[in-house]
Structure formats: C-alpha cells, structure tokens
T-cell receptor
Framework: DAKTTQPPSMDCAEGRAANLPCNHS???????VYWYRQIHSQGPQYIIH???NNETNEMASLIITEDRKSSTLILPHATLRDTAVYYC????????????FGDGTTLTVKP | DTEVTQTPKHLVMGMTNKKSLKCEQH?????MYWYKQKAKKPPELMFV?????LSINESVPSRFSPECPNSSLLNLHLHALQPEDSALYLC?????????WGTGELFFGEGSRLTVL
C-alpha cells in the first residue's frame, strides 16, 4: 500500500490560508489522493480528491506536484471550526480498496 | 439523504456479552466498511463489503463478525470481546466497489463508542 507522511501538527491564524502538506512518494499511477478531516469525536469528513490535476471545491484546493509524489491541501481562509485532524490517503485499484489512513496532521486554528 | 447512521452511539458490554453494532445508508452505495479507531490514532480498516459480499478482512479476530443483510445495512456482531477492543467503531460507505478507478469519497457515520469491561 502507498504510504503517506504528514507533519504531526500545524498552527494557523484565523482568516489566513492553511497549507497542509502530504508526501506520497510511492503512489502508483492509478491511485488517487484523498483528503479527509476529523473533528473531535466525529466521523471523518471528505474534503477533496484528485489524480494529477489541481482541484478546487467549496471547501478547499488540492495542489498535486507534477511527479505526484506530494500534495498540498489549502484551506483559503481558515476559521476556528477548521481545527481538526487532517488525513491524506492514497486509494485506488492497486491497493484493492484498502483505504489506509496515515497518522494525519492536527491543525489548530488560533484567533 | 447523504447520511450514514450508526446505532447505538454508545455501548458498554462485559467480556461474556453478545452485542451488535448497526449501520445504515440509503444513498445506493454498494461498498460498505467497518473501521476501528483508538484514541488519538487514525481509523484502521477492519472489513469491506462490496455488493453485499465480504471482499476484505484485515485479519480481524473472529470475535468480530460482520454481516451485510442487504445493500443498505451493515452489522458488526461482537462476542467475547476484550477490554483492549474498547474503541470508536466507524462505518462508512462509498458509491462503487473497492479497487475501481476513482472509487469516490467515503461517507462516514458518527461512530459507535464501545467500552468493554
């Protein structure tokens, strides 16, 4: 299974952009990069996913490097409610549906 | 309806009890999952059902027994558990079967918090 590496924790000022990096150097050609977040005591929530192109939705933007070995999740204007654990996952047919979560990054948004 | 509903939210059981966790979705998803999450750890995949058939069992002890009675329901039967099995049990579903291209997002329930005494 492709592994992901994320910094254990990050801080961000409220209203500023939060940039969360993820390393997935062993990603295979048909594996997608997914991002989820988990707010304390809740189930994980889907944020965004992509294959090779950059993606944007109402929650965030996903920037994937050209070699696909790393990606960055961008929350453009972080709020206190964005404080959560953010997980980067690679998932596709190579790992036969085994969506393995890494240790994630605890993002703390401060006033 | 984009919800995955898990019941009960909290469960306390003794090591000799038999209990079940239930999960339901009405999104027409054909893949359903059980995850186990210990405190301050990421979710760990336990089982995957695809089209109501067990497709992945991550070497889970037999005291955990999954069941998928139909495409909307997923159960986890619990028997002779140990205190170390205390955890948050998360159910999830996705539109397509595992292993397909772009399997799509996982929809998670809020979890069932299990305490084994």
């Amino acid at each position: 299974d492709a592994k992901t590496t994320q910094p254990p924790s990050m801080d961000c000022a409220e209203g500023r952009a939060a940039n969360l990096p993820c390393n997935h150097s062993t990603i295979s050609g048909n594996e997608y990069v997914y991002w989820y977040r988990q707010i304390h005591s809740q189930g994980p929530q889907y944020i965004i996913h992509g294959l090779k192109n950059n993606e944007t939705n109402e929650m965030a933007s996903l920037i994937i490097t050209e070699d696909r070995k790393s990606s960055t999740l961008i929350l453009p204007h972080a709020t206190l409610r964005d404080t959560a654990v953010y997980y980067c996952i690679v998932w596709g047919s190579v790992n036969a549906g085994k969506s393995t979560f890494g240790d994630g990054t605890t993002l703390t948004v401060k006033p | 309806d984009t919800e995955v509903t898990q019941t009960p939210k909290h469960l306390v059981m003794g090591m000799t009890n038999k209990k079940s966790l239930k999960c339901e979705q009405h999104m027409g998803h054909r893949a359903m999952y059980w995850y186990k999450q210990k405190a301050k750890k990421p979710p760990e995949l336990m089982f995957v059902y695809s089209y109501e058939k067990l497709s992945i069992n991550e070497s889970v002890p037999s005291r955990f027994s999954p069941e998928c009675p139909n495409s909307s329901l997923l159960n986890l039967h619990l028997h002779a558990l140990q205190p170390e099995d205390s955890a948050l049990y998360l159910c999830a579903s996705s539109q397509t079967q595992p292993g397909a291209w772009g399997t799509g997002e996982l929809f998670f329930g809020e979890g069932s918090r299990l305490t084994v005494l």
